[in-house]
């Protein structure tokens, strides 16, 4: 079934989310319209400050929006006013942090961080299904023998094992939905396949959405082939669409740039490789997003007076079957021309 044929579990229409800096206003997240849908893998992807985690954490109901609308399995989300109701979305909604020592309270065993959330929620009617739980949800991350594992604590383990700890925390509360946030980036490069793996894994057995954050598009690649990437720039969405779409056929200028900026494996495909000269290195800050497409000054297709003109929504351009923001591809002109 379609992303189209199925109701989404989260929806984001024309999000903003601004923080306060002294007088100033940083404008973290613009317009952003996003649906993540049941048992899918979606991927957001972009530069370190370009607004991922400030989504996923709105995804995960952990942040407020300063503007737009958050609805959540077909309601907006200010209608679940009801205890009961909060408690359900808290369950629904999970995100495994980037850093699993410092997600992980140092002074309590793993045993006791995996029972607190069972227990809060009554996930479990006494101490015989509590210790079997625990059991489960161990063997369920790959952490065997699991006896082996419940009276350490996090410091006592490898960042792999914490890291497979934190998923196993937020499986407890049997979630729809988790937000992977950069959740392979601390672990050793040996051990990343290994855990992404097991993520598919669950996806599949649990039922489960995931999004996954990532600053590595040769990773977003992996792990959503079969899934939906999203490229975020500067708090925008630039480009959205299959990920064998967005990878084998990038539309927009920045898709462009991260992927010929991707290293291979094999020589003979890098040298082949297009090169993406942008005008400029240097990327603007929040406090200064430049008008019309944020990317205009570093973008080697830069037309003046039009990239710079208006801010382009995200459409489906002529050739193209994912959506990206683009003025001229929005009107036809072929990206061909380095404009420096």
């Keep these: ?165 934190s998923i196993a925390r937020a499986l407890t509360v049997q979630p729809k939905l988790i937000v992977a946030d950069e959740a392979v980036s601390m672990v050793d490069v040996s051990i990343r396949i290994g855990i992404l793996k097991m993520l598919l894994r669950l996806k599949e057995e649990l039922d489960i959405a995931i999004v996954f954050i990532t600053h590595d598009l040769a990773l977003a690649k992996y792990f959503a082939w079969q899934g939906r990437i999203a490229v975020m720039y500067l708090g925008r969405i630039v480009e959205i669409g299959r990920t064998p779409d967005v990878i084998g056929n990038p539309a927009h200028p920045y898709t462009r740039a991260l992927l010929a900026a991707v290293p291979e494996a094999d020589p003979d495909v890098t040298r082949a490789k297009e090169e993406m000269p942008l005008r400029s290195e240097d990327i603007p800050g929040l406090l200064n997003i430049p008008h019309g497409c944020a990317f205009h000054p570093r973008c080697p297709f830069f037309v003046p007076g039009l990239c710079d003109a208006e801010v382009p929504k995200l459409a489906v351009a002529r050739g193209f079957n994912q959506e990206a923001a683009c003025a001229p591809l929005e009107l036809g002109l072929p990206l061909t021309t380095y404009a420096g």
């Excluded at 709105?58 to 958050?70: M, R, T, Y």
């Excluded at 309590?108 to 509590?130: C, D, G, Y």
């Excluded at 699991?146 to 497979?164: A, C, E, F, M, V």
């Design 1 to 165: 079934m379609s992303t189209a044929q199925r109701a989404p579990l989260v929806e984001l229409k024309h999000v903003d989310r601004f923080f306060r800096k002294g007088n100033a206003t940083l404008k973290v997240l613009q317009d952003i319209n996003l649906n993540v849908y049941p048992n899918e893998i979606l991927c957001l992807v972009g530069e370190s400050g370009c607004g991922k985690t400030t989504t996923g954490k709105i995804i995960a109901g952990l942040l407020n929006h300063s503007g737009g609308e958050v609805n959540v399995q077909g309601r907006p989300l200010a209608s679940y006013s009801d205890r009961r109701e909060k408690a359900h979305l808290r369950r629904t909604f999970q995100i495994v942090h980037q850093d699993p020592f410092a997600s992980l309270n140092p002074s309590h065993t793993i045993a006791k961080i995996l029972s607190f959330p069972l227990l809060r929620h009554k996930m479990v009617k006494n101490r015989t299904e509590l210790a079997a739980r625990l059991l489960e949800l161990l063997e369920l991350v790959d952490l065997t023998p699991p006896q082996d594992i419940l009276n350490k604590y996090p410091h006592q383990l490898s960042g792999g094992q914490r890291q497979r700890v």
